[in-house]
């Protein structure tokens, strides 16, 4: 079983910064491919980035490359996406998820409960 808890969400203006955190615990997280996805009003979630479980890997839906950042601290069980650049667009609850690799963009084991981000123009 695996747990994780997002946070640093928050109300940005267009152009800004935040890095989102993921806290994850059990004993197997280390493991895991970590996945960030986000879910628009209206719109179904979608996948955004993925780092593999080595963090040697890292995969981003095109609209965000070159903008945000995933990152991993298994000394610290802790996922990281760095978002830049903010975007009106950007605005979504952004979830945390953890899996295998070959299905953290499809298909993650484990979901976090969400962290708001809301981006002004």
């Known amino acids: 079983q695996v747990r994780l808890a997002e946070s640093g969400g928050g109300l940005v203006q267009a152009g800004g910064s935040l890095r989102l955190s993921c806290a994850a615990s059990?004993?197997?997280?280390?493991?895991?491919?970590m996945g960030w996805f986000r879910q628009a009003p209206g719109k179904e979630r979608e996948f955004v980035a993925a780092?593999?479980?080595?963090?040697?890997?890292?995969y981003y839906v095109d609209s965000v490359k070159g903008r945000f950042t995933v990152s991993r601290d298994d000394a610290k069980n802790t996922v990281y996406l760095q978002m830049n650049s903010l975007k009106p667009e950007d605005t979504a609850v952004y979830y945390c998820?953890?899996?295998?690799?070959?299905?953290?963009?499809?298909?993650?084991?484990?979901w976090g409960q969400g962290t708001q981000v809301t981006v002004s123009s």
């Open positions: 780092i593999s479980w080595t963090g040697g890997s890292t």
């Open positions: 998820a953890a899996g295998y690799w070959s299905k953290i963009q499809t298909m993650p084991d484990y």
């Open positions: 059990g004993r197997t997280a280390s493991s895991y491919a």
